[in-house]
């Protein structure tokens, strides 16, 4: 037997090494997300050692988060169109020069340039890797598979700042990168041993027109989400907007027209596909501000350093395991409207649990809500991804898989950007009377801008000897933020109750038959890409 597989898996079969390769198809995903939640933790020791201001800082998030978001579509057609497997590797090889850069490098500028690398190969390795799962498993094991896909992307968003603290003990910064490359190359190796190629059946020319569209459509959108709600909604904030209207509609006109287009956009009428997408993107919206704002209140208010915020944050993993578990046995059981909306509401209970945080609150008035969250994303996600994969045709799964992605994609960015912009406001309005007028300008600014640049100011006055002011500036602080988190848990918790309700008016009750958009696929044969 060869080491390298090289045949695709055909249709029917059942390939022997399917576990195997979904094991290197989780590991992709687990560094994909894995280094956007380890750079939460890593931000203060980057920002100190490179003098990062707060807009470089922020530039240092969005050159990956742009890039990402934006190409998946057109990356995962192109791996439909040539191989899939092969975008995966290619993905995982740009990813790891992009890490071997941001390691090395001592500058905002080199650091931003090798996070929009890994960015773009990000949007490589995730739509590859669900159009490769689904390509390797039979129908019969597929709800499975994605329950264990769906896992690990959760397990990534505790797993993140829980490696970043560990090597931040001992290390700086860019060891954060550089722990990427080894896992990227074994991933690569182990994809050409156990990974079968796969590819679509088609002579089909690819939408270059729809997908440059897309590309447009979704950078400018998600620049505007990111920049409108954290630094208003100026010029380049409304400018994006516009494009992104005019890109979009292009998009769907075009799509609408072409005789093989790369997204169908038709595919939206089916209420179980449009009723998952927006569950999964209102899904991580919720996950994705809490997780961004309950970090902030165990390292600043709590005063947890780096890897004691991560193992903080591992009954969020473990309930994500448990949640997935419970979904794979009850699904075929219950259908998926019971447990999307199901998990739905565990998200709701457990924002609104976040509401009741105070300045006295300890890690136990976390620990509870991490809890139901991982629950929440277990139950719901998976069984959602699979409605959302089901929707397209053998030759279409890395648009599937991009479809999905840009979904949970577009709901992080809605929730960190969003949800971000509100914890800032309410910290920044509940400080303000204690700090104006009773310190100088540029120090009350500092203040009111976040809760760590009050710590900072703090910090100086602690060094110039006022050590009651500075108590007392920290306890104002602490109080103003827990009061911020409780203000955004409040308004998250009544835009996924909302959203809740649409999704359960969407989903079709009962146990799960298959949606009208799967149903009406032509299943293409794969073949070796």
Known sequence: MSLLVTSPVEPGAVYS????????????????????????????????DLGLSSQDLQWVVDAYTIPYAALMLLMGAIGDKYSRRGMLILGLAVF??????????????????????????????????????????????????ITIWTATTGLALAVGPLVAGWLLTDHGWASTFLINVPIAVISIVAALIVVPPSRAHTTQRLDLMGGALSVVAVAALVYMI???????????????????????????????????????????????????NLAVLLFFLAAFGAIYYVTQHLQFVLGYDALATGVRLLPLAGAVFVGSAITGVLTPRLGLRAMVVAGMLLGILALAALTQVDAESGYSAFAGPLVLMGLAIGLSVSPATDTIMDAFPERLLGVGGAVNDTSVELGGTLGIAILGSLLGTAYGDEIAPIVTGRMPAEAAGAVQDSIGGALVVAQRLDEAGMHQQAAQLVSAADAAFAHAVSHTSLIAAIVLAVGTLAVAALLPGGRKKGSVAASSAVKEEITVG
């Open 17 to 48: 090494r399917r576990w195997a390769a979904l094991a290197v198809l989780c590991l992709s995903v687990l560094i994909g997300v894995m280094t956007n939640t380890s750079l939460i933790v890593a931000a203060p020791d980057m920002t100190l």
């Open 226 to 276: 990111i920049e409108g709600p954290r630094n208003g909604w100026h010029t380049s904030a409304v400018l994006a907007g516009v494009v992104a209207a005019f890109a979009a509609a292009g998009f769907i006109a075009w799509e609408l027209r072409h005789p093989n287009p790369m997204l169908d956009i038709r595919k939206f009428r089916d209420r179980a596909f449009a009723g998952a």
């Open 96 to 145: 790891a020069a992009g890490a071997v850069l941001g390691s090395t490098v001592d500058s905002a500028d080199w650091v931003i340039a090798a996070r929009a690398i890994m960015g773009t190969g990000a949007a490589m390795i995730m739509p590859a890797t669900l159009s490769l799962l689904v390509a390797t498993f039979p129908k019969r094991e597929r709800a499975v598979a």
